[in-house]
């Protein structure tokens, strides 16, 4: 069973299901993806993800604004502690810093991270980052502001191998998109070759990134099988193997989810 690490369920194009997320997840289930995390990516968003959440066992929820969401409220540190309280929300995030897309001063980028990283400190769930061209921050304020006593995963990764090794020497690991499967992402493909898979999570970003052969569709949780069979080719492996011990990577990492919630629920949709 297969694991979607990343997705925006609430952001999904539901057309080709009727309208209903439910269609979209019984895809999914329907190619052995058993669970899908849906990330929050502001405030204003939080009661939809919680409630895809709620509503289906195998979802799971975080809470986080998301780093370029400039316009959205700012989250106070209690404000995320008291969100996620909650028992379907397992992490802190999506947060980070995008130097990439970002545009004049950033300071408010890295006052944001800051909160994000003392938050997930402080009630112990692990950190799921966004990251672009922002290699030296980025690392430097988890290491300044986490301490040591934060964990969690570089989504989505699309920077260099240094900066994949020292984030997985501080206890993160690397989430593999889509974009792996792009023809122009052959440096995202070498760090795939170099990381041990026990250091590895696949995920869609869905609906964006569609990976080959969907490029030009909107993503769903259920293309994350390609991610896992490109991974798999990178890596010399099965995807039978890819699976399963990206599985155990993602238990191991969200550890107030819980894996057994979903068998059933695949099975009997």
Known sequence: MLIDSHC???????AAHGGDVNGALQAAYARQVSHVLCIGINLENMGDVIAL?????????????????????EPTCDELLAIAAHPKVVAIGETGLDYFYGEGDLQWQKDRFIVH???????????IIHTRGAKEDTLGYLRAYGGGAVNGVL???????????????????????????FRNASALRDV??????DRLLVETDAPWLAPVPHRGKK???QFVVEVAEKVADLKGMTVAQVAQQTSANFFGLFQKAQPGVA???AQNG
């Open 192 to 197: 795939v070759k170099a990381l041990p898979l």
């Open 8 to 14: 925006h369920l609430d952001k999904l194009d539901l």
């Open 219 to 221: 993503n769903e949780p």
């Open 53 to 73: 959440a709620e509503a289906h066992d195998p979802v799971f929820a975080s809470v986080g604004v998301h780093p370029l969401y400039q316009e959205s409220r």
């Open 155 to 181: 989504h989505c990764f699309t920077e260099d191998l240094d900066m994949a090794k020292q984030a997985v020497d501080m206890g993160f690991l690397i989430s593999i998109s889509g974009i792996v499967t």
């Open 117 to 127: 990283i003392e938050a997930a400190r402080e009630c112990q769930l692990p950190l």
């Open 263 to 265: 068998r059933s629920e």
